[in-house]
């Protein structure tokens, strides 16, 4: 790391004080694979539009490593918070036990990427030899700024499985839980893919494709320059319909979507259903260099499967076309596990101030861990690839440690 004596950890009330190269070098250095939401330019969106702040409950806490010469050796994406919503890894029991205890649960620290349920790292180092001497001053550094803080304890949710496993060989506790992933297999087409499948799936799905597209429905993919206000404007009419009945307050707000368009526009896909010549629904995907993230949908229109369509099959086709090593299609969603997408497990780990519910957290944890083993196990049995593909259908495509 370079004068490792001297190398200090600072808190950053925000990424507008960071310098967004040195940032990324760290979050995606050259020759590992790009994650863009740890990127300087998705995170400061959040901040500067206002969608992530301490107006709304999170407030940007970042933790920096400074090497000895003042260079940025590490980070961490970190949040003070006063609630548990838009993280997707659900602690509100564990906050309600400590609270009837007589404890405080909140305020927390976070180390997170804000309402997205995407693997990726939260450790934030350059590559090198003095790598995992980074990561544990990180680790130490957030451990000592929650002690002096006073907050119950650090979440660090989404991790890829190895900075799991190395924050579990430093004492936190660990959790595992379940999404569902596509895996591309050299596919040249969407026909290769179904050819995989069994016969009884495959009819499944080409029904439904045909069923989302009945009525006029249209499909168009808009991504870099091709996007302007007009589809953002689209887009956010979904995301407020469908997040406010589904949520009752939707956590982006409308210049965030405009933010990610100046920042990040290759990195962002619509795909958008047009209908009698007007947008009717879209679903919003990030784009990493080896896999696409599926994130936010929405509609104005109800058509039968059209939430699939949008959502899965044309992740899918963008996914083969790009030669995307796999899609991550969000959090939950058992009713993915038909159309292609297997179970594939998440990691988060957690440091607890207080000794007792720290031990009562671990045990619950420990069975938690078995269950999840077991629902992906079980799970794995209902895949809807071909016998003799159903042991492996990633074949030789593992999702990458980040």
């Given at each position: 790391?370079?004068?490792?004596?001297?190398?200090?950890?600072?808190?950053?009330?925000?990424?507008?004080?960071?310098?967004?190269?040195?940032?990324?070098?760290?979050?995606?250095?050259?020759?590992?694979?790009?994650?863009?939401?740890?990127?300087?330019?998705?995170?400061?969106?959040?901040?500067?539009?206002?969608?992530?702040?301490?107006?709304t409950?999170?407030?940007?806490?970042?933790?920096?490593?400074?090497?000895?010469c003042?260079?940025l050796?590490?980070?961490?994406?970190?949040?003070l918070?006063?609630?548990?919503?838009?993280e997707?890894?659900?602690?509100?029991?564990?906050?309600?036990?400590?609270e009837?205890?007589?404890?405080?649960?909140?305020?927390?620290?976070?180390?997170?990427?804000?309402?997205?349920?995407?693997?990726?790292?939260?450790?934030?180092?350059?590559?090198?030899?003095?790598?995992?001497e980074?990561?544990?001053?990180?680790?130490?550094?957030?451990?000592?700024v929650?002690?002096?803080?006073?907050v119950?304890?650090?979440?660090?949710?989404?991790?890829?499985?190895?900075?799991?496993?190395?924050?579990?060989?430093?004492?936190?506790l660990?959790?595992?839980?379940?999404?569902?992933?596509?895996?591309?297999?050299?596919?040249?087409?969407?026909?290769?893919?179904?050819?995989?499948?069994?016969?009884?799936?495959?009819?499944?799905?080409?029904?439904?494709?045909?069923?989302?597209?009945?009525?006029?429905?249209?499909?168009?993919?808009?991504?870099?320059?091709?996007?302007?206000?007009?589809?953002?404007?689209?887009f956010?009419?979904?995301?407020?319909?469908?997040?406010?009945?589904?949520?009752g307050?939707?956590?982006?707000?409308?210049?965030f979507?405009?933010?990610?368009?100046?920042?990040?526009?290759?990195?962002?896909?619509?795909?958008?259903?047009?209908?009698?010549?007007?947008?009717?629904?879209?679903?919003?995907?990030?784009?990493?260099?080896?896999?696409?993230?599926?994130?936010?949908?929405?509609?104005?229109?109800?058509?039968?499967?059209?939430?699939?369509?949008?959502c899965y099959?044309?992740?899918?086709?963008?996914?083969i076309?790009r030669?995307?090593?796999?899609?991550?299609?969000?959090?939950q969603?058992?009713?993915?596990?038909?159309?292609?997408?297997?179970p594939?497990?998440?990691?988060?780990?957690?440091?607890?101030?207080?000794?007792?519910?720290?031990?009562?957290?671990?045990?619950?944890?420990?069975?938690?861990?078995?269950?999840?083993?077991?629902?992906?196990?079980?799970?794995?049995?209902?895949?809807?690839?071909?016998?003799d593909?159903?042991?492996?259908?990633?074949?030789?495509?593992?999702?990458?440690?980040?």
């Amino acid at each position: 790391m370079g004068d490792a004596e001297q190398a200090i950890i600072k808190v950053a009330q925000g990424l507008g004080a960071v310098d967004p190269a040195a940032w990324d070098a760290c979050a995606n250095p050259d020759g590992e694979p790009y994650n863009p939401f740890v990127s300087h330019a998705f995170l400061s969106a959040l901040e500067d539009s206002g969608s992530a702040t301490r107006r709304t409950g999170w407030m940007p806490y970042h933790l920096l490593l400074e090497d000895g010469c003042g260079g940025l050796a590490g980070a961490m994406p970190m949040y003070l918070k006063g609630h548990s919503r838009g993280e997707y890894v659900f602690d509100r029991g564990w906050a309600e036990a400590y609270e009837r205890a007589g404890g405080d649960y909140y305020p927390k620290l976070q180390v997170s990427v804000p309402f997205t349920p995407a693997t990726g790292p939260r450790l934030l180092t350059r590559p090198g030899p003095g790598r995992e001497e980074a990561e544990d001053r990180l680790l130490a550094g957030a451990v000592e700024v929650a002690r002096r803080s006073g907050v119950s304890s650090i979440h660090w949710t989404f991790l890829p499985e190895r900075q799991w496993t190395r924050l579990g060989a430093q004492g936190c506790l660990q959790r595992t839980d379940q999404q569902f992933h596509w895996h591309n297999r050299g596919y040249g087409s969407f026909d290769d893919f179904l050819a995989d499948l069994s016969s009884r799936k495959r009819k499944m799905i080409r029904k439904e494709r045909e069923r989302a597209l009945e009525n006029g429905v249209e499909i168009e993919w808009v991504t870099g320059a091709s996007l302007t206000e007009d589809h953002w404007d689209a887009f956010f009419a979904f995301y407020m319909d469908t997040g406010s009945r589904k949520w009752g307050s939707p956590y982006l707000t409308r210049e965030f979507f405009s933010l990610i368009n100046e920042r990040l526009p290759g990195d962002t896909l619509l795909v958008m259903a047009k209908r009698n010549g007007r947008y009717i629904g879209g679903a919003l995907n990030f784009i990493g260099s080896d896999a696409l993230y599926g994130r936010n949908w929405g509609a104005i229109e109800h058509h039968p499967f059209l939430h699939f369509e949008c959502c899965y099959y044309q992740a899918i086709d963008f996914a083969i076309s790009r030669g995307l090593a796999r899609v991550e299609a969000g959090a939950q969603g058992e009713h993915k596990l038909a159309r292609g997408y297997l179970p594939s497990k998440t990691y988060s780990a957690h440091w607890i101030a207080n000794a007792s519910f720290r031990e009562a957290v671990a045990d619950y944890l420990e069975r938690e861990r078995i269950y999840v083993d077991r629902e992906v196990e079980a799970l794995g049995e209902y895949s809807p690839f071909r016998h003799d593909l159903a042991a492996d259908p990633a074949g030789d495509m593992q999702e990458d440690d980040f």
